[in-house]
């Protein structure tokens, strides 16, 4: 069953149309300056963490923020948005991909005739990519709200047209969608945090390197085994093991030169696998649909690694 929520909207009543943008986007976002009869239309896939949303309005729109709860990150398809807080002032165009206003510091704009595609990305799951304590960490990284580069903004933009796809065409339920949401969030921070401690809550200590032990990296592995067709991260897994985040890192690197998302990707694709080989393609079984069910929301990486693995394309295991 499909986790994600599709919604479109139209309307010309003001106060419906800062209702439906503060919901798709983040709340603590103040709006003012449509007049009765000022046309908006929003579509919105909401997949629970992540928001995928196109709002388009020919009015001028004023906007403000006391802090947004989200990661909101802009990218301006029609029309003009100027942007002000601390140390920067700019207005945005077609062609330019920002972070609309840092997390939780105030911020204000006006649209002028704004068509764009936004993506709205819970705090919480960023933390938990970065293996931090939680999203209070989180502002201070995400402080540089400067308009990505062309090569920067092309890889954006990519990423976002792949996920739209996949979860407008695709069915594969809540561990596909959730892959879906990891990889924006983990691109978006790749993209968009500028600078990280390299101390901290994840950084490693004598206590990690004495838990990296043969018996941790036996749980944890026993532990994704068990939980492969759910959703699960490192966290997930140093809790289940009781030790560190980076404990399980190091066990991994330290005894299969490899780290523990790759290990369980490799897991998720042995049980793909093991479905292709008695898959029947005149009942309708497709790769792309295995695939998607193990959380494999790309047909051509999980090909590429599949055959990395196999030797063969997932297509010639379907068929034998």
Same mark, same amino acid.
Request: positive net charge.
């Given at each position: ?8 909207? %139209?309307?010309?009543?003001?106060? #419906? ?15 003012? +300056? ?32 006391? &802090? ?23 207005? =945005?165009?077609? +062609? ?27 705090? $919480? ?8 304590? $939680? ?36 069915? &594969? ?28 809550? $994840? ?19 026993? %532990? ?31 005894? =299969? ?28 079984? #497709? ?7 193990? $959380? ?14 196999? +030797? ?9």
């Amino acid at each position: 069953m499909s986790t994600v929520e599709r919604a479109q909207h %139209f309307t010309r009543d003001p106060e #419906t149309a800062y209702e439906l943008i503060s919901r798709a986007y983040a709340s603590r976002l103040d709006l003012a +300056g449509l007049v009765p009869g000022d046309p908006l239309s929003l579509t919105c896939h909401d997949l629970g963490r992540v928001r995928l949303s196109k709002c388009s309005s020919p009015a001028r729109v004023r906007w403000a923020t006391r &802090g947004l709860d989200r990661l909101v990150i802009t990218q301006p398809l029609d029309g003009s948005q100027e942007r002000r807080m601390p140390g920067l002032h700019d207005r =945005l165009r077609p +062609g330019d991909i920002a972070v609309i206003a840092p997390p939780r510091h105030p911020a204000r704009g006006v649209h002028r005739a704004l068509a764009h595609r936004t993506v709205s990305i819970d705090l $919480g799951l960023l933390s938990s990519l970065t293996a931090q304590a $939680g999203p209070t960490a989180l502002p201070r990284e995400v402080a540089d709200c400067r308009p990505l580069s062309p090569q920067a903004g092309r890889r954006w933009s990519q990423v976002v047209d792949m996920v739209d796809d996949v979860i407008t065409h695709t069915d &594969g339920g809540a561990l596909l969608h959730r892959q879906a949401e990891r990889f924006l969030a983990a691109t978006a921070l790749a993209l968009f945090v500028r600078c990280q401690d390299a101390a901290g809550p $994840g950084a490693e200590t004598s206590i990690d390197r004495t838990d990296a032990t043969p018996l941790v990296l036996k749980r944890s592995i026993e %532990f994704m085994e068990a939980n492969a067709d759910r959703e699960i991260t490192v966290t997930d897994v140093a809790e289940a093991t009781n030790v560190s985040v980076r404990a399980v890192q190091l066990a991994f690197q330290r005894h =299969l030169q490899t780290t523990p998302m790759a290990h369980l990707r490799r897991i998720r694709i042995h049980h793909a696998h093991r479905e292709l080989r008695i898959a029947d393609p005149t009942c309708g079984d #497709t790769v792309a649909d295995i695939a998607a069910r193990w $959380g494999f929301f790309s047909p051509g990486r999980f090909s590429a690694q599949y055959r990395e693995i196999y +030797g063969v394309p997932p297509s010639q295991t379907l068929r034998t």
